[in-house]
């Protein structure tokens, strides 16, 4: 059993930054190929970033490409989620998920554990 717990939401002008951190409790989360997702409003949940067990590898989506950068910490049992140059459209809900990655991105069915999530605001 793994617990999720993401923190490091908030509001934050366009343009700015912003890290989120999730927190997992278990002794398992090291085996565990981690991930974010979002909600906009009206919207469905989406890939964000994902990161190998090892930390080898990690992955993003489109959208967020060259602006974001996931990170672990295994020793710490801790996920990160830097974030910069951030718009208005990555207003969301921010998950951390746990789960099967499927080539380079992580499918919402594939996720074993859920966050409760985090709001991000970007105001423009």
């Known amino acids: 059993q793994v617990q999720l717990v993401e923190s490091g939401g908030g509001l934050v002008q366009a343009g700015g930054s912003l890290r989120l951190s999730c927190a997992a409790s278990?002794?398992?989360?090291?085996?565990?190929?981690m991930g974010w997702f979002r909600q906009g409003s009206g919207k469905e949940r989406e890939f964000v970033a994902g990161?190998?067990?090892?930390?080898?590898?990690?992955y993003y989506a489109d959208s967020v490409k060259g602006r974001f950068t996931i990170s672990r910490d295994n020793a710490k049992n801790t996920v990160y989620l830097q974030m910069n140059s951030l718009k208005p459209e990555d207003t969301a809900v921010y998950y951390c998920a746990a789960g099967l990655m499927s080539g380079a991105t992580m499918r919402a069915r594939d996720v074993t554990y859920w966050g409760q999530g985090t709001q991000v605001t970007v105001s423009s």
């Open positions: 278990g002794r398992t989360f090291s085996s565990y190929n």
């Open positions: 990161i190998r067990w090892s930390g080898a590898g990690t």
